[in-house]
């Protein structure tokens, strides 16, 4: 599959670590690096999507619209939801 998407046009192979296992990133990477061994012409990038800390907003009950060079506040203060500041679930 990794060859017919290079050939019809995918330049980058985007791996989310978050989901698989070693095995199958390292089955994919081989084969975007055999393809690029064999087609000079025709590079594939690997991209790697490292799992990151699950940041959420808590409850906005109304709409927030920023203005350009508006001061925006993330706390960890549980319900906080303003022009300016809401709470986060991240410490």
Not at 19 to 27: C, I, M, N, P, R
Not at 29 to 44: A, C, R, W
Not at 63 to 84: A, C, K, M, P
């Amino acid at each position: 599959m990794i060859w017919k998407l290079a050939e019809a046009g995918m330049n980058v192979t985007r791996l989310n670590l978050s989901y698989g296992d070693h095995a199958s990133h390292q089955k994919t990477i081989d084969l975007v690096k055999e393809y690029n061994s064999q087609f000079k012409g025709k590079v594939v990038a690997i991209m790697l999507d490292t799992k990151s800390p699950e940041v959420r907003s808590g409850d906005i009950p109304q709409l927030i619209v920023l203005q350009e060079g508006q001061e925006f506040n993330f706390t960890i203060q549980r319900g906080v939801s303003t022009q300016d500041t809401v709470s986060v679930n991240y410490e």
